[in-house]
């Protein structure tokens, strides 16, 4: 959830609001390991909408999300051509 409030708050133009989920995500990620996991803080809307969706990526890595994401955010064609796929064509 606190991924894809920072994606809504990104794309209306709350940056900084977002970046607060997004690095809370991040927080609890590392933990009490300061050295890894530092802090994001690109305020360029494309620039943090790419490391949210890298974020999603990761974070969500085992969850079966992707594909959507992928989906949602129009990457599909472009990502699946980059891997020699072609994307599957839909029932009409």
């Known amino acids: 959830m606190?991924?894809?409030a920072a994606e809504a708050l990104n794309e209306n133009g709350k940056t900084q609001q977002a970046l607060t989920y997004?690095?809370?995500v991040r927080a609890r990620a590392r933990?009490?390991?300061?050295n890894i996991l530092p802090d994001v803080t690109v305020t360029d809307k494309d620039a943090l909408r790419q490391r949210i969706w890298q974020e999603r990526r990761v974070e969500l890595a085992m969850e079966q999300q992707r594909w959507?994401?992928?989906v949602r955010t129009g990457q599909a064609e472009t990502r699946m051509k980059a891997v020699g796929k072609k994307l599957p064509q839909r029932k009409t």
Request: net charge positive; no cysteine; aromatic share 8%.
């Open 2 to 4: 606190l991924l894809i």
């Open 68 to 70: 959507f994401d992928l």
């Open 22 to 24: 997004l690095n809370a």
């Open 31 to 34: 933990g009490t390991r300061r």
